[in-house]
């Protein structure tokens, strides 16, 4: 009875250390990182994939595989071969993801390289100017500002949907407020459905 509670006091111990405390996590190696708290960062020079879980989650590096990661506030710059799932209140993603990428939360902002598929949904997502998604791309949200480039086939569902970048192929946006900036390029078929009138641009270039 002793040992029971004297290993749950440790365990009690181990937890509140673990949620006060911000873990730093590097490797050089093919192994799989695997993280939980209140704070962490992981530095990975080769890992072969990414488990991590917490209130506040940094994740820098290389990966040969998969990163899966939850929490409220998540910074991602990683650069992997693999897929990336990812679902918090806030998350940032920056570098290249050679795979598919999943994305949900509250306050979504892309800033990278997708490869195959992108899927995402969340209250506010704002695609940057210098990020690249693959065909196929799907965004869904209350607020969507598209600022970068795709290849073929975009669809956009949001309440307020601002393009300004670039897309090919096939694109599809709707919404209730539509508006396509001056330096929005679709080479394609562009198809809009609004309970509003859209807003074009006359400089806006659909071809």
Excluded: C
């Amino acid at each position: 009875m002793r040992k029971q509670k004297l290993v749950l006091i440790i365990s009690t111990v181990l937890i509140i250390l673990t949620a006060s405390f911000t873990i730093v996590l590097a490797t050089d190696d093919e192994q799989d990182i695997k993280a939980a708290g209140a704070k962490i960062r992981i530095i990975s020079e080769n890992a072969t994939n990414i488990y991590a879980a917490g209130a506040r989650v940094t994740i820098e590096g290389k990966a040969k595989q998969d990163i899966w990661v939850a929490g409220a506030l998540l910074d991602i710059d990683i650069e992997t071969a693999g897929d990336l799932h990812a679902a918090g209140s806030q998350i940032s993603v920056k570098g290249k993801v050679a795979g598919k990428a999943r994305l949900a939360g509250a306050d979504l902002k892309i800033d990278a390289e997708i490869g195959e598929i992108l899927n995402a949904a969340a209250a506010s997502i704002e695609i940057s100017e210098n990020a690249k998604l693959p065909a196929n791309t799907s965004l869904a949200g209350a607020l969507i500002e598209f600022h970068g480039a795709t290849k073929d086939n975009l669809s956009l569902y949001a309440d307020e949907v601002v393009f300004s970048g670039q897309a090919s192929g096939t694109v599809t946006i709707e919404g209730r407020n539509v508006q396509l900036d001056d330096t929005a390029r679709i080479e394609g078929n562009l198809i809009i459905r609004s309970s509003e009138e859209a807003v074009i641009s006359p400089n806006a270039t659909v071809v």
